[in-house]
Structures are given as structure tokens and as C-alpha cells.
């Protein structure tokens, strides 16, 4: 089993919608979790660290569920801007050491 | 946010040579990081480069195939030797910020024939 696994899509929207990733862990001590988005060619970008709480940044939304080793992004409103892939990042062993899913193809469409 | 550059931004080579890609901070830092980008998947951490000690190597990646320098605080390089087309990646090296987040370089791209 992968040690972060995500859907990899496309998931092929249209402007305006709402969209929802998943995103599993298998380490079950893992201790940060984030979102990060990349462009094509183009180097991975923080989007958003995800919290116990659930959080929210405008129009991205983040929530974190520890019992069932589950991390979800919603996306509402939908922009052209917003087409991307969306990378699942979980800090696995402590310290700096990061963990990247295979990432989930956005294309939003007019 | 720091401000990391990487040279070559990318690069054809024959199988069988070498090459060196540089990574440069605007500011000291403790840690590099050094990933790889294989085409159509996500990132693999290669090595964790160390001021002032021997890089810390990941499952699967040996000194010997990527050695990897760090004189001081600002700068790290990566060489991958006795390239083959499997080693054909985006070769990416980041830095700490905030709370376990990594910023990220802007990558070389490499491409072996």
C-alpha cells in the first residue's frame, strides 16, 4: 500500500463548480499534512497546511480526519486558474521528512 | 519565502557521463532537501543534505549514484552519475519554511539519451 494515495483524475469541471479531492495515509503517527499545487512544468507550490480543526483559505477548504487517515480539499467556485495538480504531502517521520501522493489532475473548463 | 535557484535549468546528456546541478538560497539554512520528478509521477526524496556532514540517503538511493555536496549554508549540489534514460526527471531541491512545509526550487529538467 502506497504511503500517500490520492485519485489521480482528470477531474474535468465546469467554471463555477465545486470539486472535491481525497487523499489517504497509511502512517497513522504522521503529524503534518498539506496540500500543494503544480503547475505543469513547473515546481510543486504550498497551497494550504491542513489542521485537526479543518481549515479555510477563500475559496479552498481543508479538513483532516486522524481515526480514518483521510485528508479531503474542496475547491468551491471553480476557476480557470484553478487548473492544476493537486499534490497530497504528509510529514511521515518527524522532522523535515515529507511524503508526496502521485497528485490530482484539475482541469476547470469554460 | 527564501529564493532558491538551480542550475542547469535543464539539460540533454548521453548516457554514461555525468552531471552536476547546483542549488542556490538567498538565505542560511539548515537543511537542503533533493527530490526527483520521474515523468508522470510525483516527488521522490532522494537525500537530505547536511552542512558539514555526509548527505542522509533515502530507500533506494546510494552516494555512489548521487553524490551530493554542501560547503556551506547557502548551497548544495547533486550529481548524477553514469546517467541512463531511466534517470530522465525533474531533479528538484527545497528548503524548511514555516512548520514542516518545504519550499521548492524551480527544478532542472534532465533528460538522458
Known amino acids: 500500500r502506497k504511503e500517500v494515495e490520492q485519485d489521480p483524475g482528470p477531474f474535468n469541471v465546469p467554471e463555477g463548480a465545486t470539486v472535491a479531492f481525497n487523499c489517504t495515509y497509511s502512517?497513522?503517527?504522521?503529524?503534518?499534512f498539506f496540500w500543494y499545487r503544480q503547475d505543469c512544468r513547473k515546481e510543486p507550490k504550498l497551497l494550504m497546511s491542513v489542521y485537526s480543526s479543518g481549515n479555510e483559505d477563500g475559496r479552498f477548504t481543508a479538513q483532516l480526519n486522524r481515526a480514518s487517515q483521510y485528508i479531503s480539499l474542496l475547491i468551491r467556485d471553480s476557476k480557470l486558474s484553478d487548473s492544476a495538480t493537486y499534490l497530497c504531502v504528509v510529514n511521515t517521520g518527524g522532522g523535515n521528512k515529507l511524503t508526496f501522493g502521485t497528485g490530482t489532475q484539475l482541469k476547470v473548463e469554460l | 519565502s527564501a529564493v532558491i535557484s538551480q542550475k542547469p535549468s535543464r539539460d540533454i546528456c548521453q548516457r554514461g557521463t555525468s552531471l552536476t546541478i547546483q542549488c542556490q538560497v538567498d538565505s542560511q539554512v539548515t537543511m537542503m532537501f533533493w527530490y526527483r520528478q520521474q515523468p508522470g509521477q510525483s516527488l521522490t526524496l532522494i537525500a537530505t543534505?547536511?552542512?558539514?556532514?555526509?548527505?542522509?540517503?533515502e530507500s533506494g538511493f546510494v552516494i555512489d549514484k548521487f553524490p551530493i555536496s554542501r560547503p556551506n549554508l547557502t548551497f548544495s549540489t547533486l550529481t548524477v552519475s553514469n546517467m541512463s534514460p531511466e534517470d530522465s526527471s525533474i531533479y528538484l531541491c527545497?528548503?524548511?519554511?514555516?512548520?514542516?512545509?518545504?519550499?521548492f526550487g524551480p527544478g532542472t529538467r534532465l533528460t538522458v539519451l
Open positions: 502512517n497513522s503517527a504522521s503529524q503534518s
Open positions: 527545497s528548503v524548511p519554511q514555516g512548520y514542516n512545509e518545504q519550499f
Open positions: 543534505a547536511n552542512q558539514g556532514s555526509e548527505a542522509t540517503y
